[in-house]
């Protein structure tokens, strides 16, 4: 029983940085925009989120750091996508190569560096049940910061006016354009929030579930959240619940080497991308089912007056 409530901890914590990822490429594609810039905006939060961890000892500037990171390269790719109209896979695939050099030259000098003493976190009284509490209770507070974001986009997207509006300049640009909306102002500010999040996220993976900085880090969770969003059909909570599928699978690998299990470990670390591979090759073949539920306009580009 300690075992698994240690693989369950372990599941919501791969997971959460799947999911602050995933909900923010949601809300790009939401708006019409695919960024496959994921991968790079993740690194470089990475290195800037552990570089400011080290030099100031605040987790809470150091993920400051990696959001602001974050929402900068996104304003980056926002404006040559939206403004510009250069194409959004190409521009986002140029980010994704960029993260990747840039982030590994920067943190030529922070491989050995280590960051100051990590706090252990436990909800009172909670953290004491049997079982339940390693497994749930004894989480970084961000962790259950994913959950509730998970709730509020839900809200935002379905319940509240600016949601709907979102959704709109996603389904059809050019309605949402003829009714007096700022469309590409209104893409903008969704490809900087998802970006925000993705650098939280980058940041969270070399602060907590690591936490050190090593080259190349990402290791694919950037194109795993791309993934993600077709596999949720563009609802959070679906988002989240593949999030922990993917953190979950990701986390048996290692329970079955520790258990002694005689299966090639080049074959367990493949299993979480075989596991998101198998989920979306299920998925797309109800290709109607995908079509109700993808934004129309989704990597479509605008043009005001067109």
């Known amino acids: 029983m300690d075992q698994l409530a240690l693989l ?54 150091a993920f ?14 926002g404006v040559l996508v939206i403004w510009l109209n250069t194409n959004q896979y190409a521009t986002g695939l140029a980010l994704s190569l960029f993260g990747a050099g840039f982030s590994a ?24 049940i049997p079982f339940i509490g390693p497994a749930l209770f004894r989480q970084h507070p961000l962790v ?27 389904e059809s640009p050019e309605s949402a354009h003829a009714l007096g909306y700022p469309v590409r102002r209104i ?3 969704a490809v900087i929030v998802g970006g925000a999040l993705c650098g939280l996220s980058g940041a969270y993976l070399s602060l907590v579930y690591t936490p050190l900085w090593v080259e190349g880090m990402v290791a694919g969770k950037g194109w795993i ?29 290692f329970y079955l080497q520790g258990e ?11 299993l979480p991308y075989l596991a998101t591979i198998v989920v979306l090759v299920l998925i797309s073949r109800n290709k109607a089912f995908i079509r109700i539920n993808m934004p129309a306009s989704i990597g479509k580009p605008f043009f005001p007056g067109s």
């Open 225 to 253: 959240a791309l993934a993600l969003t077709t596999f949720a059909t563009w609802r959070p909570a679906r988002v989240l619940l593949g999030a922990y599928l993917f953190g979950g699978v990701t986390m048996l690998q």
């Open 260 to 270: 002694g299990v005689q299966v090639p470990s080049q074959f367990l670390s493949m």
């Open 8 to 61: 369950l901890a372990a599941t919501l914590n791969a997971g959460t940085v799947v999911a602050f990822a995933s909900l923010g490429l949601l809300i790009n594609e939401r708006s019409g925009i695919v960024n496959l810039g994921a991968e790079g905006i993740m690194l470089i939060a990475a290195i800037a989120g552990f570089a400011v961890g080290v030099h100031s000892g605040s987790d809470t500037l």
């Open 105 to 128: 030259f920067i943190g030529i000098s922070y491989t050995q560096q280590k960051l100051p003493e990590r706090p252990h976190f436990a909800i009172p009284v909670l953290s004491d």
């Open 64 to 77: 400051l750091a990696g959001m602001g990171a974050g929402a900068l390269l996104a304003a980056m790719f």
């Open 144 to 170: 259950y910061g994913a959950i509730l974001l998970t709730i509020a986009l839900a809200w935002f997207l379905y319940r509240s006016r600016a949601g709907l509006v979102l959704r709109a300049v996603g």
């Open 187 to 189: 893409r903008l500010y």
